[in-house]
Structures are given as structure tokens and as C-alpha cells.
């Protein structure tokens, strides 16, 4: 090789030496390590040690809320990781208990009698997390502008005939009315309340409550009939004008029936709140306290879904907007 090629050698064997000293060189850019994960009943840890707060999400607009009103606190207020998990409202008791998931911010206690019993009374697995605030009520419900033609379906009895269950018949239901339901994991009794009434009418399930708003907003398009379930809050007491019929009246002796099929009255109206897994005042105090003050009007909520449902937004751009709206009542939230 010439002396002026072997110079070349040397000098190029040289650079690359260098080029991989530096790549092997640890560096300082101020980057911090990203969150490590580990294991318990309480969930995982991030870096500066708070556990992540597991939420569940109920399958309806209200619930999606709480959570994201909750989420969004947590997160930017308090420093803690979320998960959010959708569960079906039974499903979510035995998950809250064994701490696999630690809140669920707005149960119906119409429909929990036996999970209140159970993980909240007998087994203390579950913490009653206090009152959300917005006071629900389940019903049966029709456009009003049926009751022009047929003022007797303002009650069940008006819904007893042939001619009631012709009229509320569909391909689908053949000779009997059909009754509109949503997602089959609500809890809902209809079954055994139609039975138990003697109606001619067949549970038809949507599958959803988009579904159903979906069915609706066809039925309503059309004045069309339409016999279906649902609740209030709810932004469609606004956007639609419905009559809720008259059920025989709820006591404590019918509702005692329900888990044996002899239920044949009205829904209660429900106090909405709060489950907590036992463990969470202890494993995460500031947060506990947080979810345990969380606490809004009837009104406060149906704002926030007819923000989703009639006005476009998503969940987390409803959710900001009250919360813009709403700091003072927050703040004192907060511990």
C-alpha cells in the first residue's frame, strides 16, 4: 500500500473509532425514566409512587361523565395515573370488591339490593362512597303525541288490549307489542313486570342506548308508536317531548319480589351514588377523598350530556366545559 494510502487508512480507522466511543457514551439529556410498573390488589405505581386509580365506566353517557370529571381531576389536580374500565353494573361489584378496579361513581340502587346486601352490609369489601347528587328515576316511556289518539296509554292498564298490542306490534314481535330495551346489561325487570301485569307485549333488545336513541329519534321522525324503556337525567327529555306511563306504584313489599320474578309495580326513584373497594382510603387517601366529594346537581349533569348527545361534544370536551364553569364547586372537592 503507498504511504499516502496507508495515512488514509489510519485517519478513516480513526474516525470510526471515535464515532463508536461516542455512541457508547451515556448521555445527559435530563430525561427522566418512564413510569415503572408493578403488581398489587391496588393497582400499579408510577414514578413518583401513586397508584393507579382504577375507574369504572358504566355502557351510558351519565357514566362516561363522572368518570371523565373524575379522571381529569385526578390526572391534572392530584398527580395520579387512570385506568378506565368499562364493566356492566352487576359485573362491577365483584371486581370492586376483590380491588381489581377501586370506583364506580353513579349506581341506581333500584336495581342493587342484593350486591348492597352482599359486598357493602355482609362482607365490608365495598365502600358505600356516598351520594353523587342527581336523583334518577327508571321508567316506561312513549312520545307524548300517542296520547292525542290514545290518552288511555298514560297508564299500563291502557296497554292491556289486543288492540294496544297490534299497535305496538312489529315484524319482529308478530301479534304482540314490542317493548324497546337498550344494553342487556342494564338492570331493568321488564320481563317479569309485563308478565306479572298480564301485557301482551315481547322485550325487544337494541343493544345499546346509542341503539335506542337511535330507534327513537326514527319512531319519533314518523309518529311512529313506540313503547320503550329508559330514565331521567337525560338529555332526551329535552330534544324529545315523551310521556312517562303510569305503572302500579312502587313499594318496598313488590320491589322485595324482584329476584324471584314477582315484581309487577314501578320503578323507585334512586338517590344515585358512589362504591369504593375498601381499600382505597388507605392506599390512596388524597384521591379517596377527592371521588368521595364528588358531588353535582341533576341539572349540572344533564348539562354535561346534552352536551355529548345534542350538541356533538365529546365526553372529555363536556366534561372540561363544566369543569371551567364550575371551579369553585371543585375546588372545594379537592383535599
Known amino acids: 500500500m503507498q504511504p499516502k494510502m496507508q495515512s488514509l487508512a ?10 463508536l466511543a461516542a455512541c457508547a457514551a451515556p448521555t445527559n439529556s435530563g430525561a427522566t425514566a418512564s413510569p415503572s410498573s408493578g403488581s398489587s390488589s391496588g393497582g400499579s405505581s408510577n414514578s413518583n409512587d401513586k397508584p393507579v386509580i382504577k375507574l369504572v365506566e358504566n355502557p351510558w353517557s351519565a357514566s362516561a361523565l363522572n368518570v371523565a370529571v373524575a379522571r381529569i381531576l385526578l390526572e391534572e389536580q392530584l398527580g395520579y395515573p387512570v385506568e378506565v374500565t368499562t364493566l356492566g353494573e352487576s359485573v362491577q361489584w365483584p371486581a370492586i370488591a376483590a380491588g381489581e378496579q377501586h370506583a364506580s361513581l353513579e349506581v341506581w340502587p333500584s336495581g342493587h339490593a342484593d350486591n348492597i346486601a352482599e359486598y357493602i352490609d355482609n362482607q365490608g369489601l365495598v365502600e358505600n362512597g356516598g351520594p353523587l347528587g342527581p336523583v334518577g328515576k327508571i321508567g316506561w316511556y312513549i312520545p307524548s303525541y300517542l296520547l292525542e289518539d290514545h290518552p288511555e296509554f298514560a297508564t299500563w292498564e291502557g296497554l292491556a288490549t289486543p288492540e294496544a298490542a297490534a299497535l305496538f306490534s312489529t315484524a319482529e314481535t308478530g301479534t304482540k307489542g314490542q317493548f324497546l330495551t337498550g344494553d342487556p346489561s342494564w338492570t331493568q325487570y321488564e320481563d317479569d313486570i309485563i308478565a306479572n301485569l298480564g301485557l301482551d307485549f315481547q322485550i325487544v333488545t337494541a343493544g345499546s342506548e346509542e341503539a335506542l336513541l337511535a330507534a327513537l329519534d326514527a319512531a319519533y321522525s314518523r309518529k311512529d308508536p313506540l313503547l320503550f324503556y329508559f330514565w331521567t337525567p ?9 310521556s312517562e306511563v303510569k305503572l302500579p306504584p312502587y313499594s318496598d313489599e313488590c320491589y322485595a319480589q324482584a329476584e324471584s320474578g314477582g315484581i309487577d309495580c314501578d320503578y323507585p326513584t334512586d338517590e344515585l351514588f358512589k362504591i369504593f373497594w375498601s381499600g382505597l382510603a388507605d392506599a390512596a387517601p388524597d384521591a379517596y377523598t377527592l371521588l368521595k366529594n364528588i358531588n353535582y346537581t341533576t341539572d349540572d349533569q344533564i348539562s354535561m350530556i346534552a352536551a355529548v348527545e345534542l350538541d356533538g361534544k365529546s365526553v372529555d370536551d363536556a366534561a372540561r366545559e363544566w369543569l371551567d364553569v364550575s371551579e369553585v364547586r371543585w375546588k372545594e372537592w379537592l383535599p
Open 234 to 242: 337525560h338529555s332526551i327529555h329535552a330534544k324529545y317531548a315523551l
Open 10 to 19: 489510519r485517519l478513516f480507522m480513526a474516525l470510526i473509532v471515535v464515532a
